[in-house]
């Protein structure tokens, strides 16, 4: 059920007789809880950025009002623009903004790794095989050098070679 380049180099397709357009369809269903998970926290990461930084400037301007040279008055608690509320989700509003924001990563990286498994599957595996064979403190020295883009670097390109195919060919179908 999946449009991937085989090791040989040979476009497959096991899918004849769906439309490019139907695939996409079933790949984004697929794949939506997580983009949905990634949206809302990231809509609450935004909202509790604003509040801290409401926060914060509100104890200035109380500060301030001690030590009035120490002002910046041009912006106030009150100027500052306050994100709608998002919809409350047990799972995630309790969060501090620090936890808030590691779910939105995850959650987009899983939308993401959805995707790529989805429409790259074999080289997918690949690249999570990589990735799970790794020590993890050799990770973080190589992250920590600003290494990071190296790390399973031809599996990570293949899965890229292969989405960025895939992209073009759902285009090629549904555009003629």
């Not at 790529?116 to 095989?129: D, H, K, S, V």
């Amino acid at each position: 059920h999946h449009v991937e380049e085989s090791d040989g180099g040979d476009i497959t397709d096991s899918t004849h007789h769906r439309t490019a357009l139907d695939n996409v369809r079933k790949i984004a269903s697929l794949c939506a809880t997580y983009k949905s998970r990634a949206a809302m926290n990231h809509k609450e990461v935004q909202y509790k950025r604003a509040i801290i930084l409401k926060e914060k400037r509100r104890l200035e301007e109380h500060s301030s009002d001690l030590a009035p040279e120490n002002v910046d008055s041009s912006e106030t608690s009150e100027s500052i623009p306050l994100p709608s509320k998002p919809p409350y989700h047990p799972d995630f509003t309790p969060l501090s903004l620090g936890e808030n924001y590691g779910v939105a990563k995850i959650a987009g990286a899983n939308y993401n790794l959805c995707l790529a498994n989805a429409i790259c599957p074999a080289r997918t595996r690949r690249l999570l095989t990589c990735w799970e064979s790794l020590d993890t403190q050799w990770v973080k020295i190589v992250q920590q050098q600003g290494m990071d883009r190296l790390i399973c670097l031809e599996e990570r390109e293949a899965v890229e070679r292969c989405m960025g195919m895939g992209v073009q060919r759902v285009m090629k179908d549904i555009l003629g």
